[in-house]
């Protein structure tokens, strides 16, 4: 807590294990959803390949420029 004071974090506590309620980890977790069935349906690839195609489209993300962002990777940030 002190470290997020410190930093000028303002921790909010909120349900353990529900991911609804961060309205901003849910959306991103249907964004990643979708595109990794997009990417599997268009390979043809067969869906136990799913946790892997999960962290690629993760590792994608996380390389590409958001708006939001100033055009700066998460990475960068």
């Known amino acids: 807590m002190r470290v997020c004071q410190d930093s000028g974090i ?3 506590f909120t349900v353990r294990e529900t991911l609804q309620y961060n309205g901003i980890a849910e959306c991103m977790n249907c964004t990643l959803v979708d595109k990794v069935w997009c990417i599997l349906s268009t390979a043809g690839v067969d869906k136990h390949f799913w946790a892997e195609a999960i ?3 993760c590792h994608l993300v ?10 700066k990777t998460p990475m960068e940030v």
């Not at 996380?62 to 055009?71: A, D, M, S, V, W």
């Open 10 to 12: 303002v921790h909010h």
């Open 55 to 57: 962290e690629y489209m």
């Open 62 to 71: 996380n390389q590409l420029p958001f708006t939001t962002l100033e055009k």
